[in-house]
């Protein structure tokens, strides 16, 4: 052995939770009923299950389980501020607020629409003006 690997030792590899033996630091909220592994995402709790073949009573969420956080428009008038139409992740509701709520600051120089969200009016930039179908009396139509 030399002196460098005793300084340094090499990362010791994690290895996958145990019910017997709970990491503390990766807390896992959703348990399996029936081996007692443990998920950080109810989803990848689902997908354990089908594993396990159970009937679908089992497989139906009780009312003690950690609910999915969600996240509410802040404007009053929004049907997204209220809890029961909430969208489920912040990037969502950021964009929808952009979307709904504020200026729209860029705006296509081939056809005039305005976008609020950046990444919506390039993907609108790369496909206008190229589909257009026009009709034997001049007409022109987008679909």
Not at 40 to 51: C, I, K, P, V, Y
Not at 56 to 69: A, D, G, M
Not at 72 to 80: A, D, F, G, I, S
Request: glycine residues 6%; hydrophobic residues 20%; contains cysteine.
């Amino acid at each position: 052995m030399t002196d460098e690997s005793l300084i340094n030792p090499p990362p010791v590899k994690k290895k996958r939770n145990l019910p017997e033996n709970p990491d503390l630091d990766g807390y896992e909220p959703f348990l399996c009923e029936v081996c007692g592994n443990g998920f950080q995402r109810d989803q990848n709790l689902q997908l354990h299950r089908r594993g396990h073949n159970l009937p679908s009573k089992l497989k139906q969420r009780t009312s003690k389980e950690v609910r999915k956080r969600v996240y509410v428009c802040p404007e009053q008038t929004c049907v997204h501020h209220h809890s029961s139409r909430a969208l489920g992740d912040l990037t969502g509701i950021k964009k929808h607020f952009c979307r709904k709520h504020s200026e729209k600051k860029w705006k296509c120089e081939k056809c005039a629409k305005r976008y609020a969200v950046l990444s919506d009016y390039k993907a609108h930039s790369k496909t206008c003006g190229t589909r257009e179908y026009r009709c034997d009396c001049g007409t022109i139509f987008s679909r």
